[in-house]
Structures are given as C-alpha cells and as structure tokens.
C-alpha cells in the first residue's frame, strides 16, 4: 500500500515505520492515525515481520503532537468519538499486539506523539529529546490514552505534575523517571532500537507475545494478572516453539524458534 504520510521499510524482519510530516513535526492528524493502523495490523499479520520500530522524519520531533487544526470544528460527540478511534484503532492495538513494538523518539515528544511512544512496548531517546503533555494550554486533557499510561509509567504525582503544569522534561530526566528506558546519541539512536528489537527476534515469538498480553493484564483493573499469567504459560506447552526450545538447550544448542 501507498501511504501519504509514512514511510514504510522492511529490513532482517524489522519493519520500519516513519512518521513523515516534517514541515508539520510530525503531528498525528486523521489520515496519518489512519495509515498508523493499516500498517500495524498489517505489521501484525505479516509473517515477514518480527517487530516494529517507530520514529519520526527529521532531526527535530518524533511526533510533536495532534493536529490542532483538525480539533477547532469538533464538538462533544465528534471529540469523544476522535478519542475513541484513535484509543481503540492506534494506541491500544500497539500496546496489545502480538509483536514487540519500540519507539526512536528523536527530538520533541509532545502530546499525541507522547502518547504514541508510550503506547510502544519499549522507548529509546535520544538525548536532545523532550518530552510533555502540554494539552491544558488548549483548554484539553491529553485524550489517547496520556493521563493513564503516563501514570502508569511514572506515578500518579509526576504524572499530575507534568499534565497540570504542561512543562516539558528532557530525555535524561524521562529516563531518571522510567519513562524511556535508554538514552543515546541522535547518531545511535535507531541502531539501539535495533540492537534490543534483534535480542528480541531470536527468541521464541509466541512467548513474546504471551508475554505482552500478561505483562498488560497487571494494569487492568477487575483483570487477575496472576491468572492471565498461569493461562499463558500453559498455552506455551502446546507450542513447537516450546519443544524446540527445551530441545536446544538440552542439546547445548541455539534453538530456531519457528513461531508455530
């Protein structure tokens, strides 16, 4: 498929996933959360495809937010059913999926492009990196997803404090709070992305994916992680992945994990 605004490039089972809008940082509008899904679904699907980098055109933003423009006609109903789509079509589906998704934040990080990186199982910065949620200077509330995944990653007071004040943190201070989990150079930064991401590959894909789905249950409310967890594990003993891995190390081998 032709995208109008990524760029999409397959390498060694790494699917690259560009944000290219660079006159406008990068910002999210409909057609680019649009294209956001198709990709990652089809991403999702694709056997092809082991894992998923995200970043942004340029040197100066990952994403530096939503399009403003598009919210000045949106009213209650149009900005709940905006939120809904892009929660349910974009963020979710990343924080979901069955295949490890990590975000190259290079430059500025703010609002929905936060939001996207945050929603991604990992997040590399690079060290002029900033991030923040500075929707309240609108009149808004960060509304795909912001207010629960930032408290979730750095506690309910950092969280407030970053929301209420709109104050932006650097990429050493998000790291200090475990909002990024490495900081590199703008040079290294995609080649750590992919230095985790091929660790990542050689191990068994069902697994991987297991382990996303309970890793996300111990942040769900009225949801017993414990016992997503037992589930999860149980159904790896039905796997041949499972079998060549219990083979390869009682063989003293590396195993070749087929995700099957």
Same mark, same amino acid.
């Given at each position: 498929?032709?995208?109008?605004?990524?760029?999409?490039?397959?390498?060694?089972?790494?699917?690259y996933?560009?944000?290219?809008r660079?006159?406008?940082?990068?910002?999210?509008?409909?057609?680019?959360?649009?294209e956001?899904?198709t990709?990652?679904?089809?991403?999702?699907?694709?056997?092809?495809?082991?894992?998923?980098?995200i970043?942004?055109?340029?040197?100066?933003?990952f994403v530096?937010?939503?399009?403003?423009?598009e919210?000045i006609n949106?009213d209650?109903?149009? /900005?709940?059913?905006?939120?809904?789509e +892009?929660h $349910?079509k *974009?963020?979710?589906?990343i924080e979901? @999926?069955?295949k490890?998704?990590?975000a190259?934040?290079?430059?500025?990080?703010?609002g929905g492009?936060l939001?996207l990186a945050m929603?991604?199982?990992?997040?590399?910065?690079?060290?002029?990196?900033r991030?923040g949620?500075p929707?309240?200077?609108?009149?808004?509330?960060?509304?795909?997803?912001?207010?629960q995944r930032?408290?979730?990653l750095?506690?309910?007071?950092k969280?407030?404090e970053?929301?209420m004040?709109?104050?932006?943190?650097?990429a050493?201070?998000?790291?200090?709070?475990?909002?990024?989990?490495?900081?590199?150079?703008?040079?290294?930064?995609?080649?750590?992305?992919?230095?985790?991401?091929?660790?990542?590959?050689v191990? /068994?894909?069902?697994?991987?994916?297991? +382990?996303i $789905?309970? *890793?996300n249950a111990?942040?769900?409310? @009225?949801?017993n992680g414990?016992?997503?967890?037992t589930?999860e594990?149980?159904?790896?003993?039905s796997?041949?992945?499972?079998k060549?891995g219990?083979?390869?190390?009682l063989?003293?081998?590396?195993?070749?994990?087929?995700?099957?």
């Amino acid at each position: 498929m032709a995208y109008q605004n990524l760029l999409i490039d397959l390498k060694e089972r790494v699917l690259y996933i560009t944000i290219n809008r660079e006159s406008k940082l990068n910002a999210l509008n409909k057609v680019t959360l649009a294209e956001l899904h198709t990709a990652i679904v089809e991403a999702f699907a694709d056997e092809k495809v082991g894992g998923i980098i995200i970043t942004g055109a340029g040197s100066k933003a990952f994403v530096a937010g939503a399009d403003i423009a598009e919210f000045i006609n949106l009213d209650i109903n149009s /900005a709940r059913e905006l939120s809904h789509e +892009a929660h $349910t079509k *974009v963020f979710d589906l990343i924080e979901n @999926g069955n295949k490890p998704v990590i975000a190259a934040v290079n430059g500025f990080a703010l609002g929905g492009g936060l939001e996207l990186a945050m929603a991604c199982h990992i997040r590399i910065a690079s060290d002029n990196a900033r991030m923040g949620l500075p929707e309240v200077t609108l009149g808004l509330i960060p509304g795909y997803g912001g207010t629960q995944r930032l408290t979730r990653l750095v506690g309910k007071g950092k969280a407030l404090e970053m929301i209420m004040t709109a104050d932006m943190i650097t990429a050493a201070e998000a790291h200090q709070l475990g909002l990024v989990n490495h900081i590199v150079s703008p040079e290294e930064l995609l080649s750590k992305a992919e230095e985790i991401l091929q660790k990542i590959l050689v191990r /068994a894909p069902l697994a991987i994916a297991a +382990a996303i $789905t309970a *890793v996300n249950a111990s942040l769900r409310d @009225g949801v017993n992680g414990f016992e997503i967890e037992t589930d999860e594990f149980s159904k790896c003993f039905s796997t041949e992945d499972f079998k060549e891995g219990v083979a390869a190390f009682l063989e003293k081998r590396k195993a070749d994990f087929k995700g099957r």
